[in-house]
């Protein structure tokens, strides 16, 4: 089951509110917290969105970890503490203000069953939002199905009542606190401990974010201060989808541009004709769409023949402008054909997060007017 967790936060498809998830008896299992309705919730997500692996970031309450008897099965509890220790996930004396403060640094959705309202006055842009939670619901048949819920925007009283919950409000995100949790992003980090995993950033195969402690960024492992290492390369991942399934994902990265077309002939070139039928073919151009970054923006210019619409985050389609660099953004899909998207994955980049939360969070895939916006073009 671990196969579905990362504390890579480049490789993860969504955050995961781990306790809310495993005690929710309804998402069937036994017991007081139960393991399976991870994976359930799991397969939820790749049937939502046709994905195939699913890399969940998953931030965990301690008393998930500490807490006596929840755990009918006790492998299950020995597996949770090895998660734990391997860095697998993410382990908090409270898990809601970390999956948030992560929601709002990448802009990906939050697994849970939870509305949040004791943090509606720290994470504004919850109110009203409706791609920030997918929620979990028993489906026909023993399943678990996903769905976006829409935040209520709360009244005032309400929000001063659930904020006397919350202690850990008193401490407050205050807003250099959020800026320097953007420079947590946009740089990479170092402890200065040889042995650590985060000791060689450059090097590591996950990069796992430093954690701030008191207004300072520190190794949680270690307590010490992290030592910034440089910038942090920018890279982007886009995925190929073929009638709603994800078939293929790739990466473009500040280095070199990356065409995408029917054919292999560029050096880096993404080749989409293995999943062309000999009718598509024709439609697509050898060199069809070409992304780069530009000012620390992903941008995609549009080379074909035939040109390519532009799915917005409302579900409107428009034609994307061609032979310009127009910038790319999370949730918008690229149509080339009816059937045939390119999909940017949800994480955003340094320059795109000051912009962030201003014009809201994408529009799911897969959710509403998909089967309009595509014949509409
Ligand atoms: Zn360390």
């Known amino acids: 089951m671990s196969e579905m967790l990362t504390t890579a936060i480049d490789h993860a498809d969504a955050l995961i509110d781990l306790s809310n998830i495993v005690r929710n008896p309804r998402l069937g299992g036994h017991g007081k917290a139960d393991l399976i309705r991870l994976e359930r919730v799991a397969g939820a997500f790749a049937a939502l969105y046709g994905q195939s692996g699913i890399a969940f970031y998953a931030v965990a309450d301690t008393s998930l970890l500490h807490g006596k008897g929840l755990f009918l099965d006790a492998r299950q509890h020995r597996a949770l503490k090895q998660w734990a220790d391997g860095g697998l996930i993410e382990v908090e ?12 640094d990448t802009g990906l959705p939050i697994v849970t069953g939870d509305l949040f309202k004791g943090h509606r006055r ?38 001063s009542r659930n904020e ?4 850990l409000l008193q401490q407050g995100l205050l807003d250099g606190d959020r800026r320097l ?34 207004g300072r960024i520190r190794c949680d492992q270690h ?14 991942q886009l995925k190929v989808i073929v009638d709603g399934r994800e078939r293929h994902r790739f990466t473009v990265t500040a280095a070199e541009p990356c065409p995408v077309g029917r054919s292999a002939a560029r050096p880096g070139q993404v080749d989409l004709s293995p999943w062309l039928t000999p009718d598509q073919r024709r439609l697509i151009s050898r060199t069809h769409l070409v992304f780069r970054f530009h000012n620390d923006r992903l941008v995609v210019r549009d080379e074909s023949r035939n040109g390519t619409g532009l799915r917005l985050r409302d579900g409107r389609t428009r034609p994307l402008d061609r032979s ?15 059937g045939l998207e390119l999909v940017r994955s949800g ?31």
Do not use: I
């Open 93 to 104: 004396p409270k898990a809601d203000p970390r999956l948030l403060e992560l929601a709002e």
């Open 122 to 159: 720290e994470f504004p842009w919850l109110d009203g939002s409706d791609d920030a939670v997918l929620r979990p619901r028993p489906g026909p048949g023993g399943s678990v199905e996903l769905v976006h819920v829409e935040l209520p925007a709360l009244p005032d009283w309400e929000l």
């Open 164 to 167: 006397e919950d919350d202690l």
């Open 181 to 214: 949790r953007k420079e947590l992003l946009a740089r990479l980090w170092s402890c200065p401990e040889p042995r650590c995993p985060r000791h060689d950033p450059h090097r590591a195969r996950y990069l796992l974010l430093p954690r701030m402690m008191g």
């Open 223 to 236: 307590g010490l201060d992290m030592v910034d290492t440089g910038p942090r390369p920018l890279s982007a």
């Open 324 to 338: 310009r660099d127009l910038p790319l953004g999370v949730g918008e899909h690229l149509v080339l054909l009816p």
């Open 347 to 377: 994480r955003r980049y340094p320059a795109e997060l000051t912009a962030a939360r201003t014009g809201g969070t994408p529009k799911a895939r897969g959710s509403g007017d998909d089967q309009t916006a595509t014949s509409a073009l």
